[in-house]
């Protein structure tokens, strides 16, 4: 490969923390809302439940345990909330740079932005061949990724106003409550494709961007994101 | 004023012994073995509840020496138990229960007090009185007995004490105004009163219930009545709401509402007679058979042409139609129910015909323009009536006092529950038994006349006033000094500022007092103005005699067992009397009088109640026995028979044209009390309000102030009103609210919650808060609030309740102290208030 | 199971709204707590417990004086065929049981208020203090032990009643036929017959005149619009996750067949 050695930054130092803290509150949000989803998850509340119950001399073992996972699913939102704030602080004045919005060149009409960029996407994971105009990320990566920001935002929303119910009308705390759970399952849909495009080797890259260097060569991103050098 | 009460018997406690050979019964029906299902029950204790004042059958369960719940006493044909019985363990737990003797340490009203020792409570108390007893000035000791803490025992203690002056509530209740206006038409003797249980709706076998004047589901009598309007319903009774306010459970949705302009439903009965009359939708074989209707009267002085022997044997002129002459009834073949005649110079008529006439210029329509009941609603309720009866009835009323013409409401009802024939029917109205108990403790003749005799002989306008129910001339006469100085008041479980129209004037009265003691365990307004306020037991924490008074057509008898031990340090109503005792007699009369009690208890006072029980007849003897009764908690008899009667009435029938009424009416005219006589009349008039006489038209913020009892709420003591289980119920009702109708309050730019300022027109210093609740079910005119919910004016007690409501409205306190013309009844609404936004 | 069902009716006709079954149903809530949770008598009177008011009182108006309906309803729990808040418990504390009664048990209860959310009828009530939710149990531990249930009990009226199903059934269609009768209009037995597919036919049943069906809150066509929502994205979730995960499989099958010839397929890095 032609190398100049050089190194571009895909993500930074606080990017790539935030990141990982992220997929521990998920872990930890799946975990704990399972139980509450359905009685087939039950066994996690009961894990957990029995230790406490052991010491509390509670009644009912999964009732305790599934006390405890709606605990610590709050308190995650809080930890997720708090490390939430340096990140929207650095990030939010930067939102220009995060080449996240759809970037139509010079007398591109969308239909045909759209198009363009839906075959460059077929390009790289049906193909499995270089783009030709996809910058840091393709279309449905953006699309993604602001459905996600989205879904993550309502999630806080409704999850705020489950906790504190009795602050609001019983409408709004049924609407936020199915809300909630599509909420969910759009997520784990979400996090489905996520996590295999994460770790396919057409990403190989990111993922080493993501979770190791933060860069990539610059060699390799002028191949694979060629729209960064337009 | 003599006072003569029933004879007093002695009996020796062998005589005693050898009447219950065999030893005693246990006074406690204990349940032998506790099932799962008694849950832990220990006791089952027979009670008769207490939380208003029907002593409804009730079984108290206890366990570990708590009162858990109550249920009704299941050994009646009709089982009840309301809300408020229910809520029984509630007020036995209240917090704010006065806890010990207080003696005041403020002026009178202000409500600070410090606890005492019962020795120093009860010496105070002792001390005053047996000064005032030893200067002779035993009958200036005001005595207000209602839930009396030692029944049998208290009320001779003030009379053997040396004082009858007794100033009971009935006149805020159903004297004189319902006795009398039943009375005149029923019978009773010279001056007629039909008590409480004399008559009574058959309401579970009626086809249509017009109820008017009381509400038969708040308006207490759970046993029986309640019960037994609830099984009309079950069996598809009708019924028709007469009311400026729509209550809930008379038929929510199905009941016709004549929304009558409050004061005014002479008007509307009036015009009912008049539609009755000119349809024919009497029954003439009823009248004919058991009323007076073809009695010939005097067209001037509307006295009989000729009454003979009236109560012992009476016999009256008629117009025989056969013999075309007046003869008297035993010898009349044919006698006319109608029709104007001449008998000796003078113009007669028959009874019925002087009814007619005089209701003649009222048509429904006249009578709209009066009571606000549209006319055709009048029409179709005499015309269902017809149809109906005699399974129908007019409601024969309880507390009855509003307005002015009370009187004339009440015995009109009773004169057109005779046109339709319906006395004595099965669905109509039916008579009550009562068996009668007598009490073991001595009486004796006070010579000093009584404040409320001395009125009732010499004051005009108090002649009919029954003088054991005046309660409301304590004020008045403390104001007058007449006939002489009250020096002291001892409240018995009453609260006379709160339970009788002026209220105001009373607290007043009672400020004017050498000392004024009140016994009750909860705190009511009137202990605000106490010097020494001693708490005795709930009813639950103490054994009491027999019982019988009760509103039944059989006669009913209950027995009262202890459920709990008391609570606090609070007294036994007995032990408490007895210690009074021993402070006020000397030891020779305290032996006599209360010797035989101190050592024999409640039995003593149960055994000679059994020994003297009177009424019985003979199918009642079959199934009554002590044994039977201790062990079922009530016996029950046999029913009065279904059959018209009269009441020793003057002419021996019902008197639908009341020649008692007659009577009065001559009198009246004949002292040049025209407008009295309006009110003591046999005809049909329409006399006015007092609020009437004030204003023709209301302004656009003035209303009258009316009220009706809660299922949830019983009287202004705080046993119902400082129940929390109560009030659980309660606050869903907005029971502590002034209603008034929603675009009348509208106009004044009022909406629900808003805080108002009340005050009587006459009174305007004397202002109450409340919070109002626009509705639509209630009469433009009115104001109504739930009687005994509001804390009214005497704000200082809601120090005292946390509770209870803390604004709310009492009329009583507001009302005036006006008297109704010749009965001196309380006319409790008869004012006008005026509201306006609080600040 | 069917002989021991049993079933509560409450007759608004002959109802005389003297409140003595709610105040009875509030006391015999607090014997519970002195039974089983060893609360003391004086205690359990003394305190408010608004949320052991199984049965409350829901008034309301409709017309204009003076032609106004004034209804004071009695609002309960009516133990559905198929009971919505049992469905969504998170929990599984909510049981139908036997004798019919829907149960909340306390013991298992989070307090999570999700059957507030599903209940069609709006009947669950939860109590901060406790951290629990609480409705009607049909005093099912009454009527275990062959008592009647406690505001049945408390009735003095004949209003309400209970007893095996099928007795309870045939009184109450006896009584609204008579009042059809009498009344001249439409009289139903609300929850005799199945009320819709979506809660069934109810243990605790209303008789009342079809045309004060509102104020009796007794609507034709409950609903839970959460429950119905939770199920659909249940299942939508459900098929979405699954069509996503074959999405996923047939995929990596297609890198598998391709992967030879991909720019990405670093083989000499592997």
């Known amino acids: 490969m032609n190398d100049n050695g050089r190194q571009i930054t895909l993500f930074t130092n606080l990017q790539m923390w935030y990141h990982k803290h992220i997929i521990h509150y998920m872990i930890f949000f799946i975990l704990t809302g399972l139980p509450l989803v359905s009685p087939w998850f039950h066994w996690i509340a009961y894990a957990v ?99 996600v920001i989205g879904i993550c935002l309502l999630m806080l929303a409704s999850g705020a106003v489950l906790w504190f119910r009795l602050w609001f009308s019983e409408g709004l705390v049924s609407v936020m409550r199915v809300a909630h759970l599509a909420g969910f399952m759009a997520m784990v849909v979400f996090l489905i494709f996520h996590v295999y495009f994460a770790i396919h080797p057409v990403n190989r890259a990111g993922y080493e961007a993501m979770f190791r260097t933060g860069k990539d060569s610059e060699a390799h991103a002028r191949k694979k994101h060629p729209g960064l050098f337009l | ?298 067209q001037e002085t509307l006295l009989p042409a000729d009454l003979q022997n009236p109560f012992e044997e009476p016999d009256y002129l008629v117009w025989d139609e056969a013999a075309g002459k007046a003869v008297m009834k035993s010898e009349a073949e044919k006698p006319a129910l109608f029709g104007e005649y001449d008998y000796e110079g003078a113009k007669v008529k028959t009874g019925l015909q002087a009814l007619i006439d005089s209701c003649a210029s009222y048509t429904p329509e006249e009578a709209e323009k009066i009571c606000g009941v549209k006319a055709a609603q009048i029409t179709k309720l005499a015309s269902d009536l017809n149809e109906a009866r005699p399974r129908c009835f007019l409601e024969r009323g309880y507390r009855s006092t509003r307005y002015f013409n009370s009187m004339n409401e009440r015995r009109m009802v009773s004169v057109i529950n005779g046109l339709l024939g319906v006395y004595g029917e099965e669905g109509g109205l039916i008579y009550g038994r009562n068996v009668r108990l007598d009490n073991p403790f001595a009486w004796s003749e006070n010579e000093e006349e009584t404040v409320c005799g001395h009125y009732a002989e010499n004051v005009e306008g108090f002649e009919l006033a029954d003088p054991w129910n005046l309660r409301r001339l304590f004020p008045k006469a403390v104001a007058e000094n007449r006939p002489y100085k009250m020096r002291m008041a001892f409240i018995n479980g009453q609260n006379p500022v709160g339970g009788g129209s002026g209220g105001w004037f009373t607290a007043e009265a009672l400020k004017k007092m050498e000392m004024v003691v009140a016994v009750s365990p909860f705190w009511n307004e009137s202990l605000l103005f106490a010097d020494v306020i001693l708490p005795d037991t709930t009813f639950m924490e103490r054994d009491e005699p027999l019982f019988a008074e009760y509103k039944a057509t059989f006669p009913v008898l209950t027995v009262h067992n202890k459920a709990v031990e008391p609570m606090f340090n609070v007294k036994n109503g007995y032990d ?115 609020w009437q006489g004030l204003k023709e038209t209301l302004g656009e913020d003035e209303f009258i102030p009316i009220t009706g009892f809660s299922p949830l709420s019983s009287f202004t003591g705080a046993q119902t009103r400082n129940n929390i289980l109560l009030k659980n119920a309660g606050e869903s009702l907005d029971y502590d609210h002034v209603f008034i109708n929603a675009s009348k309050g509208r106009a004044l730019g009022l909406k629900t919650e808003d805080e108002v300022e009340i005050f009587n027109i006459e009174m305007p210093s004397v202002k109450v808060r409340a919070r109002v609740c626009l509705t639509e079910t209630v009469e433009p005119h009115a104001l109504f609030c739930y009687y005994g919910v509001g804390t009214g004016y005497f704000t200082k007690i809601a120090e005292k309740l946390s509770v209870a409501a803390p604004d709310g409205l009492n009329p009583n306190h507001i009302g005036n102290l006006t008297y109704t013309p010749v009965d001196a009844s309380a006319p409790s609404q008869d004012f006008i208030v005026k509201i306006r936004r609080a600040l | 199971m069917k002989e021991k069902q049993m079933a509560v009716c409450y007759d608004s006709q002959a109802c005389i709204k003297c409140f003595a079954c709610v105040v009875n149903c509030s006391v015999e809530n607090r014997a519970r707590l002195q039974r089983e949770r060893g609360t003391g008598v004086e205690k359990t009177m003394m305190e408010k417990l608004p949320h052991l008011n199984y049965l409350t009182i829901e008034k309301s108006e409709s017309g204009v004086f003076p032609d106004v309906k004034s209804v004071a309803a009695l609002k309960h729990c009516q133990h559905c065929e198929y009971p919505k808040c049992m469905d969504i418990c998170p929990a599984e504390a909510i049981s139908k049981e036997d004798t019919g009664a829907v149960l909340i048990n306390r013991d298992k209860c989070v307090g999570c208020q999700s059957c507030i959310d599903a209940c069609p009828y709006d009947v669950p ?116 996750i699954g069509a996503a995960a074959a999405g996923i499989a047939v995929h990596v099958s297609h890198w598998k067949k391709h992967k030879e010839d991909s720019v990405y397929h670093h083989k000499d890095e592997e």
């Open chain 2, 576 to 690: 408490m009397m007895l210690e009074l005792a021993r402070r006020v007699f000397d030891e020779d009369e305290y032996e006599e009088y209360f010797g035989d009690f101190e050592r024999g208890g409640i039995n003593y006072i149960i055994d000679y109640q059994l020994e003297n029980l009177m009424g019985l007849n003979e199918a009642d003897e079959k199934t009554f026995s002590r044994t039977g009764l201790f062990e079922s908690g009530v016996w029950c008899g046999t029913p009065a028979p279904i059959k018209p009667a009269a009441k020793r009435s003057p002419s021996g029938k019902i008197e639908v044209y009341s020649t008692f009424m007659a009577k009065w009416n001559d009198r009246l005219k004949g002292e040049g009390r025209e407008k009295e006589a309006m009110y003591y009349t046999p005809l049909f008039t329409y006399a006015p309000t007092y």
């Open chain 2, 1 to 298: 004023m003599k006072l003569t009460r029933r004879s007093f018997m002695k009996t020796s406690m062998a005589g005693l012994a050898a009447a219950v050979a065999g030893g005693t019964p246990p006074l406690a029906a204990e349940a032998a073995v506790v099932t799962a299902s008694d849950y832990g029950v220990e006791k089952k204790v027979y009670m008769n509840c207490r939380m208003c004042a029907q002593f409804c059958p009730m079984v108290g369960r206890v366990r570990d020496g708590r009162l858990v719940s109550v249920e009704a006493n299941p050994n009646t044909p009709y089982p009840a138990v309301c809300g408020r019985g229910r809520a029984a363990p509630g007020a036995l737990y209240d917090p704010d229960r006065i806890k010990g003797p207080l003696i005041a340490t403020g002026e009178k009203g202000s409500g600070q007090f410090r606890s005492a020792s019962w020795e120093e409570a009860l010496d105070m108390v002792g001390k005053k009185m047996a000064e005032l007893r030893n200067q002779g000035e035993a009958h200036t000791v005001a005595y207000f007995p209602r839930f009396n803490a030692a029944p049998g025992l208290d009320n001779a203690l003030f009379n053997l004490y040396g004082t009858d002056n007794l100033f009971n509530y009935g006149d805020s209740c159903y004297g004189s105004t319902n006795q009398i206006g039943l009375g005149s038409v029923l019978g009773g003797g010279p001056v007629p009163r039909q008590g409480n249980s004399a008559v009574m709706g058959d309401y579970e076998n009626a086809r249509l219930a017009v109820l008017i004047g009381r509400n038969p589901v708040g308006g207490l009598v759970a046993f029986p009545w309640g019960a037994m309007f609830g099984r009309g319903r079950k069996n598809g009774l009708k019924t028709v709401v007469i009311d400026p306010r729509k209550p809930a459970g008379t038929g929510e949705t199905d009941a016709d509402w004549l929304p009558v302009i409050p004061g005014t439903d002479t008007a509307l009965l009036m015009a009912l007679a008049n539609v009755i009359f000119a349809n024919k939708y009497y029954d003439e074989d009823f009248l004919r058979k058991h009323t007076n209707a073809d009695m010939l009267i005097n």
């Open chain 3, 125 to 240: 009530v939860f109590d901060r203090e406790t951290g629990k939710t609480y409705k009607c149990i049909m005093c099912n531990d009454r009527l275990e032990a062959g008592l009647p249930t406690a505001c049945a009990e408390a009735c003095p009226s004949v209003a309400i009643f209970c007893g095996t199903a099928s007795d309870v059934r045939a009184e109450a269609k006896e009584r609204a036929e008579r009042y059809e009768k009498v009344f001249g209009k439409k009289f139903i037995v609300y929850g005799a017959e199945p009320v819709n597919s979506h809660v069934g036919s109810l243990s605790y049943m209303t008789i009342a005149a079809e045309e004060n069906a509102d104020p009796y809150m007794l609507p034709e066509n409950p609903k839970s619009g959460v429950s119905i929502a939770r199920n659909v994205i249940k299942i939508g979730g459900a098929a979405a």
């Open chain 1, 49 to 147: 439940g029995v230790p406490v119950a052991a010491f509390s001399g509670a009644a009912d073992i999964t009732s305790v345990g599934l006390q405890i996972c709606r605990a610590a699913h709050r308190i995650t939102a809080v930890l997720w909330i708090v490390t939430s704030i340096p990140i929207v602080f650095a990030m939010l004045p930067k939102i220009g740079r995060w080449d996240m919005t759809p970037r139509r060149r010079e007398g591109q009409g969308w239909v045909e932005y759209i198009k363009e960029g839906l075959i460059d996407t077929k390009r790289v994971y049906i193909d499995w061949q270089y783009p030709k105009y996809m910058g840091k990320y393709n279309l449905l990566q953006i699309a993604a990724a602001w459905a």
